[in-house]
């Protein structure tokens, strides 16, 4: 029964999406409000019936039946209930019925919050988010459908690939996708301007928190992701230039610099074509990720599908939305006016910068993505990893960084570079200093890594020291720069912390890259292994019953060259007898903002006939950066979402921008 009801619930938001479209665009073209308010019933129904279908997957798979085929391939009686829970997206299935119970979330939030836009533009902002739901749901009810039922049940399952039997990949889907579709809102409100031919400062002011929210949920879920590949796969990194991860780096990018672009269209009137460019390509990214994952193109441990058929359909999707988008932007583009005039120092100027930046780094990340696809479908070979980014995009991003503190310092249309210079001349000498200190402390010739650190600091310290000089700090009496500090807004708080969090990434992952120690040796028990300034010893391996694995476990005891004890590491090596297959779980001492990181491999023979185990040990400085860093930029994100001004559009209606409107 619980497949039925999921199933008829699937297709009940198919009927309502449809629905939401329909009623949606009638209310626009007739003016009836009658038509609205059902087009907006529509969207919170088409929600709950996804919902309900996604609580009846779940409980599909708490209970284990395994006479739903979806089930039958990811789940097992053994397997913990959290990952029973984190199976029913661990599929392809599943994972879209995620994307689906997302869209149609966002769908039903802008009907439900978006009182204050006007009339026509919230209108066809849900018909346009409706038109999605049509169409990802329609491939979810038709072409990959979670609630099948098999003749034969099978008395077990196949379990869940044991990679992602992981706590942190049990939360990064989520995230991820809440992020990846939070862009559906900001793409809707595109195609609703353009078709109304308004594009003002109260648009932009409503793209805003929409593109927040997805961003921060995005980097929290790219953050999880990297976490999980840095701990559980064991090689010792965090990021690989997998193509996978990259899917979700693109729509990441494009959307920062949507973030920025929309302030200049809503301060000054300003790059309004260039901003609803950015809102359609940010989401046209996550439909392309929806596509790399899901068509069965790549071969990743990220990816949930191996049907080409099913890949056929997504890009049909993905030509539709994207190109029904950017048709109607050709269409309406050369009738948007170009808006404020600028000096070439100014905030405005500074902000494009960013965004020149952002985008030819986007477009990097894409082309060094889908290059190696596009020949392998002539069934060529290329290999474009690592050395391509570290070339191209690192560059970019490093050019991006060293304008990135001056922007907030600098003033609307006009501004005074030398003043500003004065203002970062303190971020200018810690960076200097910070950079050369790097050189002088390791090998000279790890030129990059110090300019990466310096770059760090840079961006760091001058993020603190903006919001030292919006609160007067050491220029006013300590009580007034505290009276200013909760008079601040929360938005320029969460910038601060946005830009700060920035710059302590930047220097962990330039430091961490260049300065790793690794060290690998077979060792008996009682054998020593030396990794920089510490000695680790195998002490024993032992066996361990897990829930549904089974395991052998090292333990190692990590001293100093001196003998002093530091830690205790335990690695294990895990055998899932369901999926036939191994796994690695790392041991890991924190050590302030460094780890150190032990691995332990199959069984081999020593020279002397005794028995040893392949240790692999890793000193990883400054890796905690490399997660904090993006746990504050998150945060300083949902800081400035809960900025009230942020999250009100503008009272007043704004000019038109077009020669239509303007008709």
Same mark, same amino acid.
Not at 369 to 390: Q, R, V, W
């Given at each position: 029964?619980?497949?039925?009801?999921?199933?008829?619930?699937?297709?009940?938001?198919?009927?309502?999406?449809?629905?939401?479209? !329909?009623?949606?665009?009638?209310?626009?073209?007739?003016?009836?409000? *009658?038509?609205?308010?059902?087009?907006?019933?529509?969207?919170?129904?088409?929600?709950? *019936?996804?919902? *309900?279908?996604?609580?009846?997957?779940?409980?599909?798979?708490?209970?284990?039946?395994?006479?739903?085929? &979806? !089930? *039958?391939?990811?789940?097992?009686?053994?397997?913990?209930?959290? &990952?029973?829970?984190?199976?029913?997206?661990?599929?392809?299935? /599943?994972?879209?019925?995620?994307?689906?119970?997302?869209?149609?979330?966002?769908?039903?939030?802008?009907?439900?919050?978006?009182?204050?836009?006007?009339?026509?533009?919230?209108?066809?902002?849900?018909?346009?988010?409706?038109?999605?739901?049509?169409?990802?749901?329609?491939?979810?009810?038709?072409?990959?459908?979670?609630?099948?039922?098999?003749?034969?049940?099978?008395?077990?399952?196949?379990?869940?690939?044991?990679?992602?039997?992981?706590?942190?990949?049990?939360?990064?889907?989520?995230?991820?996708?809440?992020?990846?579709?939070?862009?559906?809102?900001?793409?809707?409100?595109? !195609?609703?301007?353009?078709?109304?031919?308004?594009?003002?400062?109260?648009?932009?002011?409503?793209?805003?928190?929409?593109?927040?929210?997805?961003?921060?949920?995005?980097?929290?879920?790219?953050?999880?992701?990297?976490?999980?590949?840095? &701990?559980?796969?064991?090689?010792?990194?965090?990021?690989?230039?997998?193509?996978?991860?990259?899917?979700?780096?693109?729509?990441?990018?494009?959307?920062?610099?949507?973030?920025?672009?929309?302030? #200049?269209?809503?301060?000054?009137?300003?790059?309004?074509?260039?901003?609803?460019?950015?809102?359609?390509?940010?989401?046209?990214?996550?439909?392309?990720?929806?596509?790399?994952?899901?068509?069965?193109?790549?071969?990743?441990?990220?990816?949930?599908?191996?049907?080409?058929?099913?890949?056929?359909?997504? !890009?049909?999707?993905?030509?539709?939305?994207?190109?029904?988008?950017?048709?109607?932007?050709?269409?309406?583009?050369?009738?948007?006016?170009?808006?404020?005039?600028?000096?070439?120092?100014?905030?405005?100027?500074?902000? #494009?910068?960013?965004?020149?930046?952002?985008?030819?780094?986007?477009?990097?990340?894409?082309?060094?993505?889908?290059?190696?696809?596009?020949?392998?479908?002539?069934?060529?070979?290329?290999?474009? /990893?690592?050395?391509?980014?570290?070339?191209?995009?690192?560059?970019?991003?490093?050019?991006?960084?060293?304008?990135?503190?001056?922007?907030?310092?600098?003033?609307?249309?006009?501004?005074?570079?030398?003043?500003?210079?004065?203002?970062?001349?303190?971020?200018?000498?810690?960076?200097?200093?910070?950079?050369?200190?790097?050189?002088?402390?390791?090998?000279?010739?790890?030129?990059?890594?110090?300019?990466?650190?310096?770059?760090?600091?840079?961006?760091?310290?001058?993020?603190?020291?903006?919001?030292?000089?919006?609160?007067?700090?050491?220029?006013?009496?300590?009580?007034?720069?505290?009276?200013?500090?909760?008079?601040?807004?929360?938005?320029?708080?969460?910038?601060?912390?946005?830009?700060?969090?920035?710059?302590?990434?930047?220097?962990?992952?330039?430091?961490?890259?260049?300065?790793?120690?690794?060290?690998?040796?077979?060792?008996?028990?009682?054998?020593?292994?030396?990794?920089?300034?510490?000695?680790?010893?195998?002490?024993?391996?032992?066996?361990?019953?897990?829930?549904?694995?089974?395991?052998?476990?090292?333990?190692?005891?990590?001293?100093?060259?001196?003998?002093?004890?530091?830690?205790?590491?335990?690695?294990?090596?895990?055998?899932?007898?369901?999926?036939?297959?191994?796994?690695?779980?790392?041991?890991?001492?924190?050590?302030?903002?460094?780890?150190?990181?032990?691995?332990?491999?199959?069984?081999?023979?020593?020279?002397?006939?005794?028995?040893?185990?392949?240790?692999?040990?890793?000193?990883?400085?400054?890796? $905690?950066?490399?997660?904090? /860093?993006?746990?504050?930029?998150?945060?300083?994100?949902?800081?400035?979402?809960?900025?009230?001004?942020?999250?009100?559009?503008?009272?007043? $209606?704004?000019?038109?921008?077009?020669?239509?409107?303007?008709?």
């Amino acid at each position: 029964m619980t497949a039925e009801l999921g199933a008829f619930s699937l297709v009940l938001a198919l009927v309502f999406s449809l629905a939401q479209a !329909v009623l949606s665009a009638a209310g626009r073209v007739t003016g009836a409000q *009658a038509f609205r308010r059902a087009g907006e019933g529509a969207a919170l129904a088409a929600f709950l *019936a996804v919902a *309900a279908a996604f609580l009846a997957l779940t409980a599909a798979f708490v209970s284990s039946d395994f006479s739903i085929a &979806y !089930v *039958a391939n990811n789940s097992h009686t053994d397997k913990p209930l959290i &990952y029973k829970i984190a199976g029913v997206w661990g599929g392809h299935e /599943g994972s879209l019925l995620l994307w689906c119970l997302a869209l149609t979330g966002y769908g039903a939030a802008v009907a439900l919050f978006g009182e204050r836009l006007p009339r026509n533009l919230k209108s066809l902002t849900v018909a346009s988010q409706g038109v999605l739901g049509v169409l990802f749901i329609g491939f979810a009810v038709f072409a990959s459908n979670a609630f099948l039922r098999l003749p034969t049940p099978p008395v077990e399952g196949r379990s869940l690939n044991p990679l992602l039997q992981d706590p942190a990949l049990a939360l990064h889907p989520p995230f991820l996708y809440a992020g990846y579709v939070g862009l559906s809102v900001p793409f809707s409100l595109a !195609v609703a301007a353009l078709i109304e031919g308004r594009i003002d400062a109260a648009w932009a002011r409503w793209v805003r928190p929409w593109t927040l929210a997805a961003w921060s949920l995005l980097t929290v879920g790219i953050t999880l992701g990297a976490f999980w590949a840095y &701990y559980e796969l064991g090689w010792g990194g965090w990021w690989a230039w997998d193509p996978v991860e990259n899917a979700s780096f693109m729509p990441w990018l494009a959307s920062a610099a949507l973030l920025h672009s929309a302030v #200049v269209t809503e301060k000054r009137g300003a790059l309004p074509g260039w901003t609803v460019f950015l809102a359609l390509l940010a989401f046209s990214f996550s439909m392309l990720g929806a596509f790399l994952v899901r068509s069965g193109i790549l071969t990743s441990v990220h990816a949930f599908a191996v049907d080409p058929t099913r890949g056929v359909i997504l !890009v049909g999707i993905m030509l539709a939305a994207a190109g029904a988008g950017f048709g109607l932007f050709a269409w309406r583009v050369p009738n948007l006016a170009p808006g404020g005039v600028f000096a070439p120092i100014s905030r405005e100027a500074s902000l #494009v910068l960013n965004n020149l930046f952002l985008a030819v780094a986007a477009a990097v990340v894409f082309v060094g993505t889908l290059f190696p696809l596009l020949f392998e479908a002539l069934h060529k070979t290329i290999s474009i /990893g690592p050395p391509y980014f570290n070339l191209t995009f690192a560059p970019l991003m490093g050019a991006a960084l060293l304008v990135l503190p001056a922007g907030p310092l600098l003033a609307w249309k006009r501004a005074d570079l030398k003043g500003v210079w004065q203002r970062l001349m303190l971020a200018a000498a810690l960076a200097a200093g910070a950079a050369i200190l790097t050189l002088a402390l390791h090998a000279p010739i790890a030129v990059f890594a110090a300019i990466g650190v310096g770059l760090g600091v840079w961006v760091a310290v001058g993020a603190l020291l903006e919001a030292a000089q919006r609160v007067r700090l050491f220029k006013a009496p300590l009580a007034e720069s505290l009276r200013r500090v909760g008079g601040l807004p929360r938005g320029s708080w969460g910038m601060t912390l946005a830009h700060l969090g920035l710059g302590l990434f930047v220097m962990g992952a330039a430091y961490e890259t260049a300065y790793r120690v690794e060290a690998a040796e077979v060792l008996a028990p009682g054998g020593s292994l030396r990794l920089g300034a510490y000695v680790l010893t195998l002490d024993s391996v032992v066996g361990v019953a897990g829930p549904n694995y089974s395991a052998e476990r090292a333990r190692i005891s990590v001293t100093r060259a001196n003998g002093a004890p530091v830690c205790k590491a335990e690695p294990e090596r895990r055998y899932y007898p369901v999926n036939r297959q191994q796994t690695s779980e790392v041991g890991l001492c924190f050590k302030g903002l460094n780890d150190l990181y032990v691995v332990a491999g199959d069984a081999r023979a020593l020279p002397n006939g005794t028995e040893g185990r392949l240790i692999r040990a890793y000193w990883n400085p400054w890796v $905690r950066l490399i997660f904090l /860093g993006p746990l504050l930029m998150a945060i300083g994100g949902a800081l400035s979402l809960s900025d009230r001004r942020l999250r009100l559009a503008a009272a007043q $209606r704004a000019a038109p921008v077009t020669a239509e409107a303007r008709a």
